[in-house]
């Protein structure tokens, strides 16, 4: 009789609803924490050294979403994926700007030989962002070829990569700008005289963007940075232009 009591079945609902959720604790620690070497690098290592340790970081999620028993559903595995995105994008603005602070950027191509370290922390973004995605693919072929019938990397890939797709765009433009503002530095180099007012005229506009545009890592405010991006290039190709029809008349 104790046994149909309401009180003794709402307990015994309870207790086992308890044991359930300590149960589903468990087993998430444990897989997360088999993950904890590979956050280390995400929140500690360079886009390189990220790069280096994607393919263990993506076996180990899809053995995980594979044979975990609560953490393998499809919106848990998206906001883990979501949020190691968007570590990865933190990496790359460390990497490329550690100070952090908006400014610092352009202070950073002072010379031609900063310039090209800071070209070459840009490609190391991109490169992170590709491999990335090709190491997802990776798995999800893996997943399909092994077992069609069974757990899919069926996520939303927009929901994943969207903001990591849209930081590689930017950085992408961003990489164009320095390449042209090394161009310039080393043209500004060689002092010649007829060259004195084409670079003079690309330090105006290159100053007009950096006063605009002081956050270029930020991609919230993505309309502005295009719009004077693309008032940037268009004054970039007109200087190209009229530096093709100098160095034609010098020889």
């Not at 959720?21 to 990220?50: C, D, M």
């Not at 979501?82 to 990497?95: L, V, W």
């Not at 973004?125 to 995605?133: E, F, M, P, Q």
Request: with cysteine; hydrophobic share 40%; net charge neutral.
């Amino acid at each position: 009789r104790d046994a149909k009591n309401p009180v003794t079945l709402r307990w015994a609902e309870k207790d086992a609803a308890l044991s359930e959720a300590l149960s589903e604790a468990k087993e998430n620690v444990k897989y997360l924490t088999s993950l904890e070497k590979f956050f280390e690098v995400l929140y500690h290592g360079t886009p390189r050294q990220i790069i280096q340790m994607l393919p263990a970081l993506i076996n180990n999620i899809k053995m995980m979403y594979t044979i975990a028993r609560y953490y393998s559903t499809e919106q848990r595995m998206t906001a883990l994926f979501f949020k190691i995105t968007n570590q990865m994008i933190i990496a790359c603005k460390t990497s490329v700007n550690p100070s952090g602070l908006r400014q610092r950027l352009w202070e950073q191509a002072s010379n031609p030989e900063q310039v090209a370290n800071l070209i070459d922390d840009l490609h190391a973004c991109v490169d992170l962002n590709i491999a990335y995605k090709s190491e997802f693919n990776k798995a999800k072929a893996a997943l399909q070829q092994k077992n069609p019938r069974g757990k899919q990397f069926d996520f939303t890939e927009l929901k994943l990569f969207y903001h990591f797709d849209l930081f590689k765009t930017r950085v992408e433009k961003l990489i164009g700008i320095f390449n042209t503002v090394k161009q310039f530095m080393l043209l500004k180099s060689y002092n010649i005289d007829q060259m004195e007012g084409l670079i003079s005229r690309f330090e105006d506009h290159l100053g007009s963007l950096k006063s605009k545009t002081q956050d270029v890592l930020d991609i919230h405010d993505d309309n502005k940075f295009v719009r004077e991006y693309k008032n940037f290039d268009a004054a970039v190709t007109e200087l190209e232009t009229s530096l093709q029809v100098t160095i034609n008349s010098s020889f």
